[in-house]
């Protein structure tokens, strides 16, 4: 099995370098093309992947075909590739804001698509990926898709049209996350707490927190509430929190980011 990526950027890089920590593939069984030179220099450098000349080569020799170029550059790249993938390729995804039908209509001809939507949480082998397949996508395609996806983080098939409710929910949830993280250091640094200190703290917080509810399967309301002693710290913060808002404020955001992944 061949597995050819187009568009060699960061998430590639990340799903790339998955694919091969986890033995899903070797570097001889990936190949890639990216318009930077450069970029194309990198990735056959870090991987030992083998870098075409172009993104029609690529399309040519894969049998899983990732799109992992930037949704303005989507027409360009599949007007190049429409007419050269390999008789029962899966084409793979990860453009924001295309739908399955978008992309099948540019591609101009009946083929096997699974749309996608990571995170940057890849580059640590910790994404969350939701996959929706066209109808001409075998199970068992399937199932190697979301393999492929596995090899960076977790995967959850969902219906198309709940992929906005990801982008809010997940792909755009890494920078409210920071936003957090950034004023939790804060204000320890105004404790008196060293900022690098600071952020540590803050982020193993974080991480342990969400470990702690995916591991449990408890309820996020539950495990609020085991931390919360009577007349204690936390219950006291938590109040500040109810009083500024927080779970409309979050609620808000996300309903926002919901709302212009629709418009894209």
Not at 113 to 120: A, D, F, H, S, Y
Not at 204 to 222: D, I, R
Not at 233 to 247: K, S, Y
Request: glycine share 10%; hydrophobic share 45%.
């Amino acid at each position: 099995m061949k597995i050819g990526v187009i568009g060699l950027g960061n998430m590639a890089g990340a799903m790339i370098g998955g694919l091969l920590e986890k033995g899903f593939a070797k570097p001889e069984e990936i190949c890639g093309s990216d318009a930077n030179a450069e970029m194309a220099k990198k990735r056959a450098e870090e991987f030992g992947i083998h870098i075409t000349k172009n993104n029609k080569e690529t399309a040519k020799e894969a049998d899983y075909l990732i799109l992992a170029v930037k949704p303005q550059f989507a027409v360009g790249v599949i007007d190049e590739i429409k007419d050269a993938g390999k008789e029962g390729q899966v084409v793979i995804s990860i453009m924001a804001g295309k739908s399955l039908a978008w992309i099948a209509e540019k591609f101009g001809h009946e083929m096997k698509l699974v749309r996608c939507m990571p995170n940057t949480a890849a580059m640590v082998g910790e994404a969350i990926t939701a996959l929706s397949p066209n109808e001409n996508v075998e199970k068992e395609e399937l199932d190697i898709v979301k393999s492929i996806l596995e090899s960076f983080g977790k995967a959850e098939i969902v219906s198309e049209h709940l992929m906005d409710s990801v982008v809010g929910v997940s792909g755009s949830a890494p920078a409210y996350v920071f936003m957090m993280i950034e004023s939790m250091a804060d204000a320890a640094v105004e404790g008196g707490m060293p900022r690098q200190q600071a952020y540590t703290f803050a982020a193993q917080a974080v991480l342990g927190s969400a470990k702690l509810m995916l591991e449990t399967g408890m309820h996020p309301g539950e495990l609020k509430d085991m931390v919360c002693s009577p007349a204690g710290t936390t219950i006291a913060a938590v109040r500040v929190l109810e009083e500024r808002g927080l779970r409309g404020a979050v609620m808000d955001a996300v309903g926002a980011a919901i709302q212009r992944s629709k418009e894209l």
